[in-house]
């Protein structure tokens, strides 16, 4: 890693396709004494099911996230005036070829940032890496969760393996990490060959909100219904880029056709602003299956809006309010 005393404001001046490609063009750091906010790469996807690639999306999403800059067009929030962040690098692994030790390593790695009071906002990776990661971020008590993604990823097992990319969810229950009648599933779609994912999620008490419904309220409702649902216990947001239909998101591994638009997710993100975030992550961005790089930017765009939300909760420093 570079000096930990890395200037802690990012150079935007510079021509975006110069300098090393960090997450939003943030200082790279692990002076987690000194951050409110550590964006994390976690270029993990031992855990798929089908269509292999989300390891390389941490390192496309940086490529792709130089494209960013600080303010925002709607809220005029700048993050990197309320909050101290930082890209604090990929979490090394050792283990690649054992799912359970791998998630062990992320859990390790995010607990070093919760022990400093450090939110992680994570980039994916398959999803399986939100687990290891709700193990630190909830570890004195169960969180609120809103899951963005076009599949419950509450299913049991997949040829003998409890810990794949479509079980996070069910496991973060069983292990009281996530409190399932404060979490909201939107966006879910997709036929599959048994049911029960879906229901697995209903009868625990999960909010699961079909494609349609959604289409069919439109994106304000489902903000209403999201912020009345976890009001002001700590939450955890997990967007799965496959929420989005594969036209605006192709590279991905498990695509479903029908899903939000790139406008619906932004404006969804943008009106959970103010909630008590604990984390976040964008999980299963697959460049192999890209076309231009457009998932990469839809991804990086889409982690701006969640930091944007992240760095308004409150800073160590006293900068954010």
Same mark, same amino acid.
């Given at each position: 890693?570079?000096?930990?005393?890395?200037?802690?404001?990012?150079?935007?001046?510079?021509?975006?396709?110069? *300098?090393?490609?960090?997450?939003?063009?943030?200082?790279?750091?692990?002076?987690?004494?000194?951050?409110?906010?550590?964006?994390?790469? /976690?270029?993990?996807?031992?855990?798929?099911?089908?269509?292999?690639?989300?390891?390389?999306?941490?390192?496309?999403?940086?490529?792709?996230?130089?494209?960013?800059?600080?303010?925002?067009?709607?809220?005029?929030?700048?993050?990197?005036?309320?909050?101290?962040?930082?890209?604090? %690098?990929?979490?090394?692994?050792?283990?690649? !070829?054992? /799912?359970?030790?791998?998630?062990?390593?992320?859990?390790? !790695?995010?607990? *070093?940032?919760?022990?400093?009071?450090?939110?992680?906002?994570?980039?994916?990776?398959?999803?399986?890496?939100?687990?290891?990661?709700?193990?630190?971020?909830?570890?004195?008590?169960?969180?609120?969760?809103?899951?963005?993604?076009?599949?419950?990823?509450?299913?049991? *097992?997949?040829?003998?393996?409890? !810990?794949?990319?479509?079980?996070?969810?069910?496991?973060?229950?069983?292990?009281?990490?996530?409190?399932?009648?404060?979490? /909201?599933?939107?966006?879910?779609?997709?036929?599959?060959?048994?049911?029960?994912?879906?229901?697995?999620?209903?009868?625990?008490?999960?909010?699961?909100?079909?494609?349609?419904?959604?289409?069919?309220?439109?994106?304000?409702?489902?903000?209403?219904?999201?912020?009345?649902?976890?009001?002001?216990?700590?939450?955890?947001?997990?967007?799965?880029?496959?929420?989005?239909?594969?036209?605006?998101?192709?590279?991905?591994?498990?695509?479903?056709?029908?899903?939000?638009?790139?406008?619906?997710?932004?404006?969804?993100?943008?009106?959970?602003?103010?909630?008590?975030?604990?984390?976040?992550?964008?999980?299963?961005?697959?460049?192999? !299956?890209?076309?231009? %790089?457009?998932?990469?930017?839809?991804?990086?765009?889409?982690?701006?809006?969640?930091?944007?939300?992240?760095?308004?909760?409150?800073?160590?420093?006293?900068?954010?309010?």
């Amino acid at each position: 890693m570079t000096d930990k005393n890395f200037p802690n404001t990012p150079n935007m001046i510079a021509p975006r396709y110069t *300098q090393i490609p960090s997450f939003l063009r943030a200082p790279m750091s692990r002076d987690f004494e000194n951050l409110d906010i550590g964006i994390v790469g /976690i270029a993990y996807d031992g855990a798929l099911t089908n269509r292999a690639g989300a390891r390389h999306g941490p390192r496309e999403v940086r490529n792709a996230s130089s494209l960013m800059r600080t303010t925002h067009h709607v809220t005029k929030a700048n993050p990197y005036a309320n909050a101290r962040i930082a890209d604090v %690098g990929d979490v090394d692994f050792n283990s690649v !070829f054992d /799912i359970e030790k791998t998630h062990a390593e992320i859990t390790a !790695f995010i607990k *070093q940032m919760t022990d400093a009071n450090v939110m992680p906002l994570s980039v994916g990776g398959d999803h399986s890496i939100s687990l290891p990661i709700l193990r630190s971020v909830a570890a004195s008590g169960p969180v609120a969760l809103i899951h963005i993604d076009a599949h419950t990823d509450t299913w049991d *097992q997949f040829q003998g393996s409890k !810990f794949n990319h479509g079980s996070p969810f069910r496991r973060a229950t069983e292990e009281g990490l996530i409190d399932p009648t404060k979490t /909201i599933q939107i966006g879910i779609r997709g036929a599959q060959n048994s049911p029960e994912g879906w229901e697995y999620s209903e009868k625990h008490g999960m909010r699961v909100m079909f494609i349609e419904e959604v289409q069919k309220v439109g994106i304000q409702e489902v903000i209403k219904e999201a912020r009345a649902l976890v009001g002001d216990m700590p939450v955890y947001l997990t967007f799965d880029i496959d929420s989005l239909d594969p036209v605006y998101a192709p590279g991905t591994g498990t695509p479903e056709i029908g899903g939000l638009t790139t406008s619906e997710a932004m404006t969804l993100i943008r009106g959970l602003r103010g909630l008590n975030y604990v984390g976040a992550d964008v999980v299963e961005v697959s460049p192999p !299956f890209d076309v231009g %790089g457009l998932t990469s930017l839809t991804a990086a765009t889409i982690m701006y809006e969640i930091l944007c939300n992240m760095s308004e909760v409150g800073s160590k420093s006293g900068k954010a309010g």
